[in-house]
T-cell receptor, first 112, second 113 residues
Framework: DAKTTQPTSMDCAEGRAANLPCNHS???????VYWYRQIHSQGPQYIIH???NNETNEMASLIITEDRKSSTLILPHATLRDTAVYYC?????????????FGPGTRLSVLP | KAGVTQTPRYLIKTRGQQVTLSCSPI?????VSWYQQTPGQGLQFLFEYFSETQRNKGNFPGRFSGRQFSNSRSEMNVSTLELGDSALYLCASSWDGGSETQYFGPGTRLLVL
């Protein structure tokens, strides 16, 4: 079972920031938080991941709470092409061969 | 660097047949994982290969099998196809499967009639 909970769906106006929350209250000390997104019928696309510090890359920012029990993915200026299902996953990086366990994710709709 | 490639992209089979799907990982990646995605069950892990050995396996029947070649390319096979095997089959590669991010291919969409 997925170790994360996310809202089923969210809307965001084009050009505004999209803030996608994720709860992972049972996260272990060695587990990272990963975010992927899947645009209709394509393969999931890696966005960002982090352990405890906030992270930023060209696609998004990841804010992880101090207790690590929740995180927020931020798309700073959402465009219509950001409409997708966003998956938050926790996964340890010290167990070789460990797979990703995907939940249902959040369906983000960016509206014009 | 070229991404993960999967062939074929689309496939139609009939019940009882068998099918082989192929995945070429990103150059230098040695771990290949396979996932099945259906509307009802979502994305589910099938198995993972590293250095031609299966290291991890999901909860799927033995009709689902795979292998990995010395160049890290991987194939998965489904025998005695059932209607419920209709799905998007995704392959993901990473350098070692443990400490590295997985990158997904575009998938093979299989329709079983």
């Amino acid at each position: 079972d997925a170790k994360t909970t996310q809202p089923t769906s969210m809307d965001c106006a084009e050009g505004r920031a999209a803030n996608l929350p994720c709860n992972h209250s049972t996260i272990s000390g060695n587990e990272y938080v990963y975010w992927y997104r899947q645009i209709h019928s394509q393969g999931p696309q890696y966005i960002i991941h982090g352990l405890k510090n906030n992270e930023t890359n060209e696609m998004a920012s990841l804010i992880i709470t101090e207790d690590r029990k929740s995180s927020t993915l931020i798309l700073p200026h959402a465009t219509l092409r950001d409409t997708a299902v966003y998956y938050c996953i926790v996964r340890a990086q010290d167990n070789y061969g460990q797979n990703f366990v995907f939940g249902p994710g959040t369906r983000l709709s960016v509206l014009p | 660097k070229a991404g993960v490639t999967q062939t074929p992209r689309y496939l139609i089979k009939t019940r009882g047949q068998q099918v082989t799907l192929s995945c070429s990982p990103i150059s230098g990646h040695r771990s290949v994982s396979w996932y099945q995605q259906t509307p009802g069950q979502g994305l589910q892990f099938l198995f993972e290969y590293f250095s031609e050995t299966q290291r991890n396996k999901g909860n799927f029947p033995g009709r689902f099998s795979g292998r990995q070649f010395s160049n890290s390319r991987s194939e998965m096979n489904v025998s005695t196809l059932e209607l419920g095997d209709s799905a998007l089959y995704l392959c993901a590669s990473s350098w070692d499967g443990g400490s590295e991010t997985q990158y997904f291919g575009p998938g093979t969409r299989l329709l079983v009639l």
